[in-house]
């Protein structure tokens, strides 16, 4: 059953949506989407966001907290207590980064986004990384 989804005989479709949204079943590796039809929700000021450390605004456990990147709340991972996961089904809020590995996910997609390679994303991603590592981040060639 686990390796249907990862069968190497399945062709790759041409569709954008399909192609971006790969999953490896057997590794657990994720390719991460580069487009989202969300990114409108993205708050206006993402250049002052919370800090790494700042704990969930909810239960105020200090580890695995995700910043909503409509409102900027920071919310605590379904590992913990789901409150950023509750945030988004009260509120719609569907982009959240992670401050544990600065991850962005798509709620509403399903899916990882490309903090890199979106550029609505880019500036988000960029405080994070200098907030969570005190240096500018390194990019990759896309």
């Known amino acids: 059953m686990a390796n249907e ?5 399945v062709p790759i479709e041409e ?9 490896e079943s057997e590794s657990g590796w994720v390719e991460a989407r580069t ?3 969300h990114l409108a929700s993205l708050s206006s000021d993402l250049a002052h966001i919370p800090t790494p450390d700042t704990p969930c605004s909810r239960c105020h456990h200090p580890d695995e907290n995700w910043l909503c ?6 919310l605590c991972s379904r590992f913990i207590n789901k409150h950023m996961l509750e945030h988004y089904q009260q509120r719609n809020h569907c982009l959240a980064l992670s401050y544990s590995d600065l991850s ?11 903090a890199q390679v979106i550029l609505p994303l880019r500036p988000v991603y960029e405080t994070a990384y200098i907030l969570k590592f ?3 981040p390194p990019f990759r060639n896309s």
């Open 69 to 74: 990147l409509c409102c900027k709340d920071v």
């Open 35 to 37: 487009r989202c039809d």
């Open 104 to 114: 962005v996910w798509c709620f509403s997609c399903d899916a990882y986004l490309d």
């Open 15 to 23: 569709d954008e949506e399909l192609s971006l949204h790969l999953y």
């Open 5 to 9: 989804a990862s069968s190497s005989s």
């Open 134 to 136: 005190g240096e500018a």
